[in-house]
């Protein structure tokens, strides 16, 4: 069965690869309005513009790749980055080329590395788990690339027994949208959605510097493709169909890891006997090191993933089925190891940052793909409802373009106007000297309009 829909898979790609239909060149959200990028620095909940293009700049294909042009910088708001890191979001002015054909890795996987292991739908790189921090088991502290630490010895952090794992180790440095830059390269090693719109906030970053994230999570509706691993097989949000084939209706897809049931770090889950870590306490708990962790086979239960965090799967836009991969997410929509790809590649890694395009290509110059459901399907909200301050409406899922709200009172006469751009969720309304009584909030992307009604009690 599996070796049947592997085929089905490769035959359903080589398809897309020879028609514009391929969603690796359709899905990219493409800046045409000049759209700049915007952050905030710390101390200063005010974000400030800056000259830089959001999302995707051109997307190009020849008969075998796609290119991805990119700044590397999100139409969210960046920052602040509270851990002390100095660093800003800066234009990486990059190319990226992505196969139109991904196979599988029928060898020895690939181990996903440090840096860029895959690339999100607004041009924003995905990083793994990794931070370059690792324990240094002779001097028994941690070592790496950071300020004040000592290099790893013979190597870097990832060769080291416990590697330490950024999500909870970096948690202060994540600014809203769950992202941070190294040495400028902004990034997300994790689901980029707002720490805020989690079932369970265990940030309060957005308090302050309020942003968005990439998308919203929705329990309600598949999960939209967000980005492209370096193998190119594509990478799908928290929500998914249960099973492989489409059908058993939406769950959230796990992750197939879970954590070891230890409290002293000598030995590796495969067995492996290692130079020892920190035992398990307050200063590193269970899940600060990647090593922390255990695969589990959960046979016959196909909404949990594979090793490399993925599985086949049947989506909107690969109807006939892909390999997948997934961020994954706890009950509480808190980031789960893996998080997106790894710690191996499923595919043949052919993806790369280039640097000039050495082949034909042709520029696509069409709307991202689909029409945006999220309106079609009423499917944002109104936070909160009633009101009085201030009211948020947030989208659930993702806008493929830019989206215009107004605020109108019954007479049809506008109060307010905002815009949720294209890779954003949330748009903001100060109602704070508005009267009681009902109002209409109005949502157009050009394609569809819809209302609702908004009370304001004070």
């Known amino acids: 069965m599996k070796k049947n829909i592997l085929i089905t898979s490769l035959l359903f790609v080589g398809f897309y690869a020879n028609s514009q239909t391929n969603p690796v060149i359709l899905s990219w959200l493409r800046n045409t309005t000049g759209t700049l990028g915007r952050h905030y620095v710390s101390g200063n909940s005010t974000a400030i513009n800056d000259a830089d293009s959001v999302n995707v700049k051109h997307v190009l294909y020849s008969t075998t790749s796609a290119y991805v042009k990119t700044n590397g910088i999100p139409s969210y708001v960046t920052g602040p980055f509270l851990d002390g ?134 329990s309600m509706q598949h999960s939209p493709l967000i980005g492209f691993a370096y193998d190119g097989f594509p990478i799908y949000g ?48 269970l899940g600060y090191f990647r090593e922390d962790y255990e695969f589990v086979t959960h046979a016959g239960q196909e909404d949990y993933l594979d090793e490399h965090n993925g599985r086949f799967c049947v989506t909107p836009e690969y109807p006939a089925g892909i390999y997948c991969y997934y961020t994954t997410v706890d009950a509480n929509w808190n980031s789960f190891y893996p998080y997106a790809v790894g710690p191996t590649f499923y595919g043949n890694v052919t993806a790369s940052k280039v640097t000039t395009i050495s082949e034909q ?68 309304f100060d109602t704070s000297k508005l009267y009681n009584g009902e109002y209409i909030v109005k949502i157009a992307n050009g394609e569809s309009v819809i209302s609702k009604k908004l009370m304001i009690i004070k």
């Open 238 to 285: 928290a929500y998914g169909y249960k099973n492989a084939d489409g059908t058993g209706g939406l769950v959230r897809i796990k992750s197939g890891y879970q954590l070891r049931n230890i409290t002293t770090r000598i030995i590796h889950a495969d067995g492996t006997d290692v130079a020892d870590g920190p035992a398990v306490s307050t200063t590193y708990p």
């Open 85 to 218: 890191n100095p660093s800003l979001a800066t234009t990486q002015n990059a190319i990226f080329k992505f196969p139109l054909t991904p196979a599988q890795n029928t060898g020895t996987p690939t181990a996903t590395t440090g840096g860029n292991i895959g690339l999100f739908i607004n041009g924003v790189a995905l990083f793994d788990y990794r931070d370059g921090v690792a324990w240094n088991t002779t001097t028994s502290a941690l070592c790496g690339g950071l300020p004040g630490m000592s290099p790893c010895p013979g190597g870097p952090a990832a060769s080291q027994p416990w590697s330490r794992d950024a999500i909870p180790a970096e948690k202060l440095g994540f600014d809203c949208a769950k992202g941070h830059p190294a040495m400028g390269n902004y990034h997300h090693h994790q689901n980029p959605s707002a720490f805020n719109l989690d079932l369970n906030v265990i940030s309060t970053v957005c308090n302050l510097y309020a942003a968005e994230g990439l998308y919203t999570i929705d």
């Open 361 to 428: 290509v042709t520029e696509y110059t069409g709307a991202a793909s689909g029409i945006n459901e999220v309106l079609e399907n009423n499917q944002f909200n109104i936070i909160p409802n009633p009101a009085s301050d201030l009211v948020a409406i947030q989208l659930l899922g993702l806008a493929n373009s830019d989206i215009q709200i107004e605020l109108l009172d019954l007479t049809g006469r506008k109060i307010q106007s905002s815009t949720i751009l294209q890779g954003s969720t949330i748009a903001y």
